[in-house]
């Protein structure tokens, strides 16, 4: 109902000379100055997701961007790209450990959100586990999913003796990623 009397979305040509690619979709992406543009609209804090750089995490931090979300967007976008908890160390290394990061990806039990802590993540994100438990069991079973993953989070915690979230950090995981 919402689409009914929407316009028709634009169409383009191509000459023999252009790409679709080019030309076309990638034409359209946003870039750096339409995030700053987009600051200059609001005085909400804006947090950027799929960041996978730390050069593009420096420059998200150079122009006032709030926090960022590290993500490969599910790795849907372009094939071989490194998992968003691979890179999230680096970029922790270069905001510095006061920079709000969240990590996108992956997390699926107590011990990925563990992980993440320790690797640098302020938060995590949760997208599968979430919409398959509201598929299976509704609100009730986000509820009981979201319960799951703080208990096996917080055995994660006592069992490398880190009682509270701000006692997790690099020396918390057996092997050190940098």
Request: glycine share 10%.
């Amino acid at each position: 109902m919402n689409l009914v009397n929407r316009p028709s979305l634009p169409s383009a040509s191509f000459d023999p000379t252009q790409s679709i690619v080019f030309q076309g979709m990638m034409s359209e992406t946003p870039i750096w100055d339409d995030i700053e543009w987009l600051q200059q609209q609001t005085d909400l804090p804006i947090i950027l997701k799929g960041i996978l750089s730390p050069d593009d995490a420096l420059k998200a931090v150079d122009i006032g961007i709030a926090g960022i979300v590290v993500s490969n967007h599910g790795g849907r976008t372009l094939d071989c790209v490194p998992a968003a908890i691979e890179v999230l160390p680096y970029i922790r290394e270069v905001v510095g450990k006061d920079y709000p990061l969240l990590l996108d990806g992956g997390i699926e039990r107590g011990t990925d959100v563990f992980k993440a802590l320790a690797l640098g993540a302020n938060a995590v994100l949760i997208g599968r586990p979430q919409v398959y438990a509201l598929a299976v069991g509704g609100a009730l079973g986000v509820g009981h999913m979201l319960r799951i993953l703080r208990e096996e989070l917080e055995v994660a915690m006592a069992l490398a003796g880190t009682p509270t979230i701000d006692s997790i950090g690099l020396h918390s995981l057996w092997k050190y990623p940098m």
